[in-house]
Structures are given as C-alpha cells and as structure tokens.
C-alpha cells in the first residue's frame, strides 16, 4: 500500500476507532518519546504503522482523536538522515493536497519554533477537497521538520463539520522542545 493511503488510513482509524465526545476538551498531550507537545480537544490515542517515506521504508507514529466531527492527528516519522528531510517534506505536502483530491486556499510559511528553519515545504496548508464518495471536505495541515525528525499536524472534517477556529488552535498549539 502506498505511504499516503496509509498515512491516510492511520487518520481515518484514529478518527474511528478512538472517538470522542462532541464537546472540545482541551488538554496539553503528544506522542510518547517524542518531545513535542500539542493541545488536542480530545485525549488522543496513538498507532505506529510501516510507510516509505522520501525512499525509506521505517515507522510512522499517528496521534489523535476525534471530536465534534473532526479528526486532530500528529504524524511523526524519524529519518534518521538529514538529507532525506526536505524530500520528505515535499513528499508528505504533494500527498496532503492529494489524499483528498484537494485544492490549496492559503499556503504561508510553518511558524513552529525550534523546527528546522528554511525548509522550503515546512508549511501551513489550507485545504478543500473531497472525500472517496465526494463529499467535500476541509484540512487543515501544517508540515515541519526537527533534525532527522518530519512532522504532519493535521485536521480533517466534512465542509460542514469544519470549524476553522479549532483547527487554528490545534496548529498553532505546536510546542516543539517543550520538554526542555
């Protein structure tokens, strides 16, 4: 299976398997031995799953949880080589646009600190696109790098279920180095 319709799957089980209350609870959480942090509005479970990723094959780490119709989920996947970070990058943004047969509506720089500075594909994404069936569809992404380390911070809901204001309060609760 490819990479991206694992990546894909992982964010559809996390939303299926672990869901939650309507209501957004907000609580401070990340994925084990990873140190980063992030507010998600649910208690957010976590799956490892074998992808390639920018030619290698190794595991990525999915967090997340599902709350009022919406899917909040960190992907986390550890190169272990800086050279293949940037490919990574661009790799994980062609396929967040495709995944949902997307349209980007804004793309402006990742402003996450402590991330890698100067990755050309370290972004924040706006996204419609559609759902298997057609159903639209709105994503939120934001695509940054830590050492050999690449991140994808995601929300995923219908149009309908969207709320912008949620997804901008997960992405921008990014805290990299926050066990420091």
């Given at each position: 299976m490819r990479r991206a319709a694992r990546i894909a799957l992982g964010v559809a089980?996390?939303?299926?398997?672990w869901a939650c209350s309507p209501a957004l609870d907000w609580r401070e959480a990340g994925p084990h031995g990873v140190d980063i942090l992030l507010q998600y509005p649910c208690k957010p479970q976590s799956v490892t799953q074998p992808v390639v990723l920018a030619g290698k094959r190794l595991d990525m780490s999915m967090t997340g949880c599902e709350a009022s119709h919406m899917t909040f989920a960190l992907a986390h996947a550890d190169l272990g080589d800086a050279?293949?970070?940037?490919p990574a990058l661009?790799?994980?943004?062609?396929?967040?646009?495709a995944n949902v047969r997307g349209q980007v509506l804004q793309a402006r720089p990742a402003q996450v600190r402590h991330?890698?500075?100067?990755q050309a594909d370290a972004v924040e994404l706006?996204?419609?696109?559609?759902?298997?069936?057609?159903?639209?569809?709105r994503e939120h992404v934001v695509l940054f790098s830590q050492g050999t380390q690449v991140f994808q911070a995601t929300v995923?809901?219908?149009?309908?279920?969207?709320?912008?204001d949620a997804?901008?309060?997960?992405?921008?609760?990014?805290?990299?180095?926050a066990a420091n």
């Open positions: 089980l996390i939303g299926s398997l050279s293949l970070v940037a661009a790799e994980l943004r062609r396929d967040a646009v991330a890698t500075p100067g706006d996204l419609a696109g559609q759902a298997p069936g057609g159903a639209a569809l995923l809901a219908s149009q309908a279920d969207y709320r912008e997804a901008h309060t997960f992405a921008s609760s990014v805290q990299l180095g």
